[in-house]
């Protein structure tokens, strides 16, 4: 079992739906759990960080953490022509520890 | 505030020839790390610095694989000799040590080494 599970992809949706996507994880030790978003030929961009269980909102962009179930999600609302990218879920156990990163699930929205 | 800075941004090369990869990090940033990506995969860490000091090198293949980080700045990464499977994006990122709880990764746009 891979520590880090994103829901495969690829998913496609109209402009303006709510996408949400999601990761579970298997070591309970991870406490610190990203969301990045990466288009095409480009790195990683950092788009939610949050630390332990709960909800963060910035924008159209709400993450969610669920360390009991252990489970995260980032909710997409009213999305976007510019959204389309690969999202990939990330998470580490300490401060400045590595990354682990789920597989990633590409997504286009379309006009 | 600049970014990760990599280069070059692409190689190509036969296997068994050798490749070098440069990163310049964000100033100030005293931790910095190596990720590889393979196509359809999420990054995987290849090692991990704090200043000129390596924290973690646990997945690097070390027989093949060295990175240095003189100075504490900037990074270089290589790879003698090459090998088929180490096609893939090469992906630097760093990150301040401030704060109990840490701070987010940052990371540069990587070098896409493809291997014939």
């Known amino acids: 079992q891979k520590e880090v599970e994103q829901d495969p992809g690829p998913l496609s949706v109209p402009e303006g739906a709510i996408v949400s996507l999601n990761c579970t994880y298997s070591n309970s030790a991870f406490q610190y759990f990203m969301w990045y978003r990466q288009y095409s030929r480009k790195g990683p961009e950092l788009l939610m960080y949050t630390y332990s269980s709960g909800n963060k909102e910035d924008g159209r962009f709400t993450a969610q953490v669920d360390k009991s179930s252990k489970y995260i999600s980032l909710f997409i609302r009213d999305s976007q022509p510019s959204d389309s990218a690969t999202y990939l879920c990330a998470m580490r156990t300490g401060a400045n520890s590595k990354l682990t990163f789920g597989k990633g699930i590409t997504l286009s929205v379309r006009p | 505030e600049a970014g990760v800075a990599q280069s070059p941004r692409y190689k190509i090369i036969e296997k068994r020839q050798s490749v070098a990869f440069w990163c310049n990090p964000i100033?100030?940033?005293?931790?910095l790390y190596w990720y590889q990506q393979i196509l359809g995969q999420g990054p995987k860490l290849l090692i991990q610095?704090?200043?000129?000091?390596?924290?973690?090198d646990s997945q690097l293949p070390k027989d093949r694989f060295s990175a240095e980080r003189l100075k504490g700045v900037d990074s270089t990464l290589k790879i003698q000799p090459a090998k088929l499977e180490d096609s893939a994006v090469y992906l630097c990122a760093s990150s301040q040590t401030t704060g109990a709880r840490g701070q987010p990764q940052h990371f540069g746009d990587g070098t896409r080494l493809s291997i014939l």
């Open positions: 610095f704090q200043n000129n000091g390596v924290v973690d």
């Open positions: 100033s100030g940033h005293a931790t």
